[in-house]
């Protein structure tokens, strides 16, 4: 619980909670007097009131940038020599998924099963996995979905000097094919008009997709 609670650092103490179940207000007691660490308290409670009555995918955003997660993670991977575009791409791959789900209950029972059918998954099977989860491995057909832009690479990254790192991962994702690749996208979705992704524009050097 404290561990959980000081991500990002909040310097709560194991001795500020006693059991399982606690109080916000019996910890603000403990640090009564201590107004850095009451204030951290304070609003780590208003933010856990307030993802409460969310849907997932806003809870989610509000985790990573509101109450500071986002920022402990980079610093997190800055200090442990981790590539951090590659971390924070799981997050917006999670980001992206939660937004299919009402409540944060639906979003859990939905990670529980997938994990439960992949830790099942034999030879005979579709392997659904993310381009990270795929480094280092071959499969005789490959099946890119969902290549638009916006997607591959993502929205966030199309502006950013992350873009490169998405570029590579795509590479790392096409190359993981040994006899048959498929590459699908979206020209229209929900009444909206999607482009391919640029990768595979920049790929066939502007020839028509089709």
Do not use: W
């Amino acid at each position: 619980m404290i561990y959980i609670m000081n991500k990002p650092i909040r310097y709560i103490k194991r001795e500020a909670i006693v059991g399982v179940k606690f109080s916000f207000d019996d910890i603000c007691k403990f640090y009564m007097g201590n107004n850095y660490i009451l204030k951290n308290v304070i609003k780590l409670k208003k933010d856990i009131d307030a993802i409460k009555n969310m849907p997932p995918a806003l809870a989610i955003k509000h985790i990573r940038n509101q109450i500071g997660y986002e920022d402990y993670i980079a610093k997190y991977c800055l200090n442990s020599n981790i590539n951090y575009e590659e971390v924070k791409s799981y997050l917006d791959e999670f980001e992206d998924v939660s937004v299919y789900f009402k409540t944060t209950e639906e979003l859990l029972m939905y990670v529980k099963n997938y994990k439960a059918l992949d830790d099942n998954c034999d030879t005979d099977c579709v392997k659904l996995m993310t381009f990270h989860s795929s480094k280092g491995l071959e499969f005789k057909t490959v099946i890119i979905i969902d290549a638009n832009d916006g997607l591959i690479p993502h929205k966030k990254s199309i502006k950013s000097k992350d873009i490169e790192a998405e570029r590579r991962l795509f590479y790392v994702a096409i190359t993981r094919a040994k006899e048959n690749l498929h590459i699908l996208f979206t020209k229209n979705r929900n009444g909206k008009q999607y482009l391919p992704s640029r990768f595979l524009v920049e790929g066939i050097k502007g020839e028509v997709l089709k």
